[in-house]
């Protein structure tokens, strides 16, 4: 047996086995994965598909269906996967699956043996790609707004084949802008805000599109001068510093007035001449009563005042 050629657009393939070597299909759509064959089916023929999905090798590849007289399907290709022609004996080994999803996508490989005709036996491969039209991206804002800043706006779609391309655009009454002043990637996404003003100030739209749609996120740029912050944190800084100075004169009074009454009362002690134990007894109730035997130094006097 030797191997053919085959020109653009069709895969290798043994000279026995012909297949169309690549298949596009829409999401949700049909696709028919073609393979014919030019050998006769006698005893002892069989036809097998396999599966390899995108990043695995073909020999690892996964049985779909197997057919010797009898037709098996494989887990949950069975009724996702309809042969063209059944029974599979007269030339077409084509399958078709039904509704196409993204994990569709792979190698497909179309196994042709007849042991009383090695020369007819052979195989051909079939890569599948999937379109889908990009999904919702999601916008985001990388950086700080402040006047004289550089930021970045970044745009990605978590599905989409093709690959999306990403344009940005403004609202139509935005202010002008300087020039070079916006730098965008279209195949990343990202948009470069340089040198920020209050003329970039706005609203943001991303459109992520290929050959099937497109789909938009939007996002708001607000732009502050950076003396702003510095303002509000100034003022925040010289309330609690005013804070803290109204607690420590507080505190510096209470001091103050506590020492001031613990000076008057060790006078008052020493002039009065009462002992201290004494004196903070009477600091729950009057000190002088008419029993001169409960203050032994002091003497109630009895004189009666000058008329």
């Not at 890569?127 to 991206?137: E, F, Q």
């Not at 607000?222 to 309330?239: D, I, P, R, S, Y």
Request: neutral net charge.
């Amino acid at each position: 047996m030797h191997q053919s050629v085959k020109p653009p657009g069709e895969a290798w393939s043994w000279e026995a086995v012909v297949v169309k070597s690549s298949v596009f299909a829409r999401s949700g759509s049909s696709a028919e994965l073609s393979c014919s064959y030019s050998t006769h089916a006698s005893q002892g023929f069989t036809l097998e598909w396999r599966y390899a999905a995108p990043g695995t090798s073909a020999i690892q590849a996964e049985r779909v269906m197997y057919y010797n007289g009898h037709l098996y399907w494989v887990n949950s290709w069975e009724g996702r996967v309809a042969l063209v022609q059944n029974p599979p004996v007269s030339g077409v080994a084509s399958v078709k699956i039904l509704s196409v999803q993204p994990s569709d996508a792979g190698l497909y490989i179309c196994d042709v043996t007849n042991p009383n005709d090695w020369s007819g036996s052979g195989q051909g491969l079939i890569n599948l790609t999937v379109l889908v039209p990009p999904s919702v991206p999601v916008c985001q804002l990388s950086g700080s707004t402040y006047v004289g800043n550089d930021v970045t706006l970044t745009c990605v779609s978590s599905q989409g084949v093709p690959t999306p391309i990403y344009s940005w655009s403004r609202e139509k009454d935005a202010a002008p802008l300087p020039p070079n002043s916006m730098v965008e990637d279209q195949r990343t996404g990202s948009l470069m805000l340089t040198n920020l003003s209050a003329a970039f100030a706005g609203t943001y739209t991303c459109r992520a599109s290929n050959d099937l749609g497109e789909a938009a996120c939007s996002i708001s740029v607000k732009v502050a001068h950076g003396g702003t912050a510095a303002v509000v944190g100034g003022v925040l800084m010289g309330t609690f510093l005013f804070a803290l100075l109204i607690a420590a004169v507080v505190a510096y009074l209470l001091c103050y007035r506590k020492r001031a009454r613990q000076r008057t009362d060790k006078n008052e002690m020493r002039r009065m001449n009462v002992d201290p134990a004494e004196w903070r007894k009477s600091s729950k109730g009057p000190l002088l009563s008419g029993d001169s035997n409960d203050h032994p130094s002091l003497r109630v006097s009895h004189f009666s005042p000058l008329v």
